[in-house]
């Protein structure tokens, strides 16, 4: 069996995140997502995400092409977390393109392209300015 493993917040879910949960899954057998915690958010952002950690993981394990879920409290630990799932490919959107390249010792990594004119961003913006 093929693990495909993934990363992110997954904050205000739009069809950005569908998308790239759909096209991992079909790289493989089986999906694991890493949800970001609030504190990690935090930590890189400087600010909490909408949603919280809670509610993120709620709607990501309810997905059809999804079949595991925990949370990511650090990015340092992405290492072993691909390694303790047992994961085969790891898979982020285009944005990380180079990013994750160290981990190609121990899984295939891909990176896919982020569907355009959609993010957690610009839907807060347009949001704010109703
Ligand atoms: N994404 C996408 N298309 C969009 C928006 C997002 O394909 N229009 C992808 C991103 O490339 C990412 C995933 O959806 O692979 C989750 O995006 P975010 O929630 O923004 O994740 P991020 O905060 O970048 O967290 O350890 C890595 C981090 O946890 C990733």
């Given amino acids: 069996m093929?693990?495909?493993?993934?990363?992110?917040?997954?904050?205000?879910?739009?069809?950005?995140?569908?998308q790239i949960l759909?096209?991992?899954?079909?790289?493989?057998?089986?999906?694991?997502?890493?949800?970001?915690?609030?504190?990690?958010?935090?930590?890189?952002?400087?600010?909490?995400?909408i949603c919280s950690q809670q509610h993120r993981m709620d709607i990501i394990k309810e997905?059809?092409?999804v079949d595991e879920v925990f949370y990511e409290d650090s990015l340092e630990l992405k290492r072993n977390y691909i390694r303790d799932m047992g994961a085969d490919i790891?898979?982020?959107?285009?944005?990380?393109?180079?990013?994750?390249?160290?981990?190609?010792?121990i899984c295939d990594v891909e990176y896919l392209p982020r569907t355009p004119s959609i993010s957690t961003t610009e839907l807060i913006e347009i949001v704010r300015e109703i």
Wanted: charged share 30%; glycine share 10%.
């Fill in 90 to 105: 790891l898979v982020m959107g285009d944005d990380w393109a180079g990013k994750f390249d160290e981990f190609k010792d």
């Fill in 22 to 49: 759909k096209r991992a899954r079909q790289l493989g057998d089986y999906l694991i997502v890493g949800i970001s915690t609030d504190a990690l958010n935090f930590s890189k952002k400087q600010r909490n995400p």
């Fill in 63 to 65: 997905l059809k092409c």
């Fill in 2 to 18: 093929k693990k495909v493993i993934t990363f992110g917040t997954f904050d205000l879910f739009h069809i950005g995140h569908l």
